[in-house]
């Protein structure tokens, strides 16, 4: 997670942060606490040298909260990330019975709405602004904030 979004070794995939936001994305406490929690999972892909992607989805009344997609910056541009989103939504169908899922994005990640667009995500225009905690991150540029997109499943 930490490694597709901040840093320099997320300059070597598509879905850097870096210029945006210093500090890490997430740390074990966060992900154990995810993983703990009711109504909650991490998915995972592996591609037989160790976990190469992951999602995260929560519960949320008839809808699922996606969020933390990642995939490890060298193996970005391959697909992945598309199935993936593509097994969370399925993920949260089934297992759930969400009829729709929802991200936030930060709003200044133009290439990164689209790719979600594509994927039959649509702008809310709603926003809120990025959390002050440095936990999530060390803002870089001001004025940031994250924008709702959703997606009906079915």
């Given at each position: 997670m930490n490694s597709a979004y901040r840093g320099e070794s997320s300059r070597a995939g598509w879905t850097t942060e870096a210029d945006l936001l210093g500090g890490q994305r997430t740390d074990i406490e966060e992900v154990e606490s995810l993983i703990e929690k009711p109504d909650s999972m991490i998915?995972?892909?592996?591609?037989?040298?160790?976990?190469?992607?992951?999602?995260?989805?929560?519960?949320?009344?008839?809808?699922?909260l996606l969020g933390m997609l990642a995939v490890r910056p060298r193996m970005q541009g391959r697909g992945m990330g598309k199935r993936m989103l593509a097994e969370a939504e399925k993920a949260a169908s089934k297992i759930w019975g969400c009829g729709k899922t929802k991200m936030t994005v930060l709003t200044y990640r133009a290439e990164l709405i689209a790719f979600y667009e594509r994927r039959g995500y649509r702008r809310t225009g709603i926003f809120k602004p990025f959390p002050e905690d440095p936990g999530f991150g060390i803002p870089k540029v001001e004025g940031l904030r994250l924008e709702w997109l959703e997606k009906n499943l079915f």
């Open positions: 998915l995972v892909c592996s591609d037989g040298a160790g976990i190469a992607g992951s999602v995260h989805l929560e519960k949320s009344g008839d809808c699922a």
